[in-house]
């Protein structure tokens, strides 16, 4: 039998998806839009403080569902239904967000491509580096992560690009790494690899578009700052 409490819970829960409802997310602030997404996970008991909890530590809904599992379960609370839960919404707005840019015209679906790139990296803890394989149209038909690093630092090789970009019968390569620091400007390291890759692809006909530097405050286009 259900006591006063759950029915208050409910009432509260049908309260948030009726707004929803009307008025989609940009009508909820992030506490309550967390609060829904973590219905699922957490069926009965008030999911408000939990919400509450997770924002005051990482300080928005996107920083929250993108948190390591690690750190998220070290909310009072946060179990492993309500990681599994936060994960998963992670991945969809990944998978939502690949599906506006791959194969698709990448040059004319700038905004989508950074906002993907955005979405799968700025907050990443360590770095890594992905190629944009495009072909003779410019229509991104691969999106590959080359390598993981540490930090402040990832390896990377310009032979094995070029390798791949001709296994995939590419014409054209965009290059994205991110800067866990939160600061995209191109490091001096960043700069000099890339020429390497630019030197590289040019003997083989393959085009570097752009280098995107993606972090937490925006992103660096290496083509914006004339360094391409």
Known sequence: MRDSTDNGTASHRDRLRDRFLKGGADAMPDYELLEMTLFAAVPRRDTKPLAKALLARFGSFAEVIAAPPARLAEINGAGMSVVQQ????????????????????????????????????????NEEFRVLFLDRKNVLVADEVQNRGTVDHTPVYPREIIK??????????????NHPSGDPTPSKADIAMTREVVTAARTLGIAVHDHLVIGRSGHASFKSLGLL
């Open 86 to 125: 936060l994960k998963i919404v992670e991945a969809a707005a990944h998978r939502s967000a690949k599906t506006q840019v791959i194969n698709r015209p990448a040059l004319s679906s700038w905004t989508a491509l950074l906002d993907y790139c955005t979405a799968a990296m700025a907050r990443v803890t």
């Open 164 to 177: 791949r970009a001709l296994e995939l019968s590419a014409s054209a390569i965009i290059l994205v790494h």
